[in-house]
């Protein structure tokens, strides 16, 4: 997706992980010309994931949304190439009439977005990576989930196995590694290393890792990376980093923040959230 320059005021969305009263009551919080930007997994583990994508495509130019872990797995299950986990709740747009639609709305969303200094991405970047290769590797993902062979490309994306980048990768051991760093990354090495298991916060740390935008001397460090996917991390608002997944879907809140060069004018809008998942289960 090619950089865009933001022409309104900007907020920030965190994972909403298909709790659409949580966004319905928060986006009326918002100026109704305030344009969004969501930072994925739309869907999955709440209620409504179906209603949950209806209401953010028919928000049209006014919202982008990146692609998180979970949209990505719903596209796999819907083109027959991964099975439903447990603690899927993704019945609702599989059975809907308008799926196919609502489908080929989510694969053709960006990987990462790229406007007014702001770097968007679901999970996290690799410490090697510019802001400039990231977009232009979301881009290469991008044109194969929008492409006719997409089934076919989400067949062999999954896996931890591809946890590290080198620029020799090519074709689909390539995509592998992007797609695991924008859309899984927590922990890596100085090097970066993936670790693509933990799921807690920094106070569980594997050793020899750190969390991804603590390594030293990363690439983006002088783009504001705004992100989500990791709940046990929670809120982190720092000059060059926006971490928005506040545990709608556990509990938590549901968090909109403003996308304002100036830390101090980056306001946050949050609505608490019904606990339709138990993080501990």
């Not at 796999?76 to 447990?86: D, Q």
């Not at 747009?93 to 990462?112: G, M, N, S, V, Y």
């Not at 809120?235 to 997944?245: C, G, K």
């Amino acid at each position: 997706m090619a950089d865009r320059k933001a022409t309104r005021e900007n907020y920030a969305i965190g994972d909403l992980q298909g709790c659409n009263e949580s966004l319905l009551a928060l986006t009326e919080r918002l100026r109704s010309k305030a344009e969004l930007r969501f930072v994925g997994d739309l869907v999955n583990r709440g209620p409504a994931s179906a209603r949950t994508l209806r209401t953010v495509r028919q928000l049209g130019e006014r919202a982008e949304a990146v692609l998180g872990n979970h949209d990505i797995h719903l596209l796999a299950v819907a083109a027959g190439v991964r099975k439903s986990g447990r603690s899927d709740t993704l019945a609702d747009i599989l059975e809907a009439p308008d799926c196919d639609e609502l489908l080929t709305w989510l694969r053709h969303r960006p990987l990462a977005i790229h406007e007014d200094g702001f770097l968007l991405v679901h999970a996290g970047v690799l410490p090697q990576w510019t802001t400039e290769q990231t977009m232009a590797l979301a881009a290469e993902v991008e044109r194969e989930l929008r492409g006719p062979d997409w089934k076919a490309f989400l067949a062999d994306i999954f896996g931890n196995a591809a946890d590290r980048w080198d620029p020799a990768l090519r074709g689909i051991e390539r995509h592998r590694v992007v797609i695991n760093a924008l859309t899984r990354l927590r922990f890596c090495n100085a090097d970066g290393v993936m670790d693509l298991k933990t799921k807690e916060g920094p106070g569980s740390t594997p050793a020899g890792f750190m969390p991804w935008f603590d390594v030293p001397g990363r690439r983006t460090e002088d783009t504001t990376v705004v992100c989500g996917h990791w709940s046990t991390l929670g809120l982190v608002m720092r000059p060059n980093l926006m971490a928005l997944d506040t545990g709608c879907v556990w509990g938590g809140k549901l968090t909109a923040a403003r996308l304002a060069a100036d830390l101090a004018d980056r306001t946050l809008i949050q609505v608490e959230c019904p606990q339709y998942c138990d993080p501990l289960a």
